[in-house]
C-alpha cells in the first residue's frame, strides 16, 4: 500500500514583500503556497487587509505568481455620492524576473511578450500586482445597493449624461 505524500500546508503571510532568493535557486516547477493572511496594502491613504492564496512557481527564468486575492476598499456611490465599502476579488498570474540568472548568474533580460514585475534583493512586492488589479476590478460607478436614493438626494453636481459606449464596457466589467 502506497500513501500519496501530503502536499505541506501553505505558509501563511502577512506582508506583500516575499524572499524567493531560495526558490530562485530550486529546479523549474518548484512550487510554494502561501496563504495572505491580512497583509498590509496601502490604498488611498489607508491600510487594507489583503487576504486569500498565492501560489509562486519557479518557471525557466522567472517566478510565476498566481493569486486569488480579496481585499476590501472604500468607494463612493455613483448615485448619491455616500460612501461604500467594495470588497474586490483580484485574480491574477504575473511573472517577476531577477535581474540575473540564479544557476548561471548571467543577465535576464524578459522577453517583450513577457515582461512583468522585478525581482528586487531576492524578494517580490506584490504592492504594484495588487494596485494594478485593484484599479482593473474596482467598478466604474459602483452602487450603494438598490434602495440607492439617487443623485438627486445630495447637493453635489449631477453627474454628465453617461456615454453608451461606457455603459457597455461598465457591463462587460461587471461580467468579467
Ligand atoms: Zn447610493
Known amino acids: 500500500m502506497t500513501t500519496t505524500p ?5 505558509r501563511r503571510l502577512s506582508s506583500l514583500l516575499i524572499n524567493v532568493s ?14 495572505l493572511d491580512d497583509a498590509a496594502f496601502s490604498h488611498d491613504g489607508e491600510r487594507r487587509a489583503v487576504d486569500g492564496p498565492l501560489r509562486l512557481l519557479r518557471t525557466d527564468q522567472s517566478l510565476l505568481a ?11 456611490c455613483g448615485g ?3 460612501p461604500l465599502a467594495l470588497r474586490l476579488e483580484l485574480e491574477f498570474d ?17 522577453p517583450p511578450e513577457r515582461d512583468g514585475f522585478a525581482v ?8 504594484e500586482v495588487v494596485r494594478q488589479y485593484v484599479e ?16 438627486g438626494a445630495s447637493a453635489a453636481p449631477s453627474e454628465p449624461p453617461t456615454d453608451d459606449r461606457w455603459a457597455a464596457l461598465s457591463a462587460l466589467r461587471e461580467q468579467t
Open 94 to 110: 504575473e511573472e517577476f524576473w531577477p535581474p540575473t540568472d540564479a544557476l548561471t548568474g548571467r543577465a535576464l533580460t524578459p
Open 6 to 10: 501530503r502536499p505541506p500546508a501553505p
Open 22 to 35: 531560495t526558490l530562485l535557486q530550486e529546479p523549474i516547477g518548484s512550487l510554494r503556497e502561501f496563504l
Open 80 to 82: 448619491c455620492l455616500a
Open 66 to 76: 498566481s493569486g486569488w486575492l480579496g481585499i476590501a476598499v472604500e468607494d463612493i
Open 136 to 151: 482593473m476590478a474596482r467598478p466604474i460607478s459602483p452602487r450603494c445597493g438598490p434602495d440607492c436614493p439617487g443623485v
Open 120 to 127: 528586487i534583493d531576492g524578494q517580490i512586492d506584490l504592492s
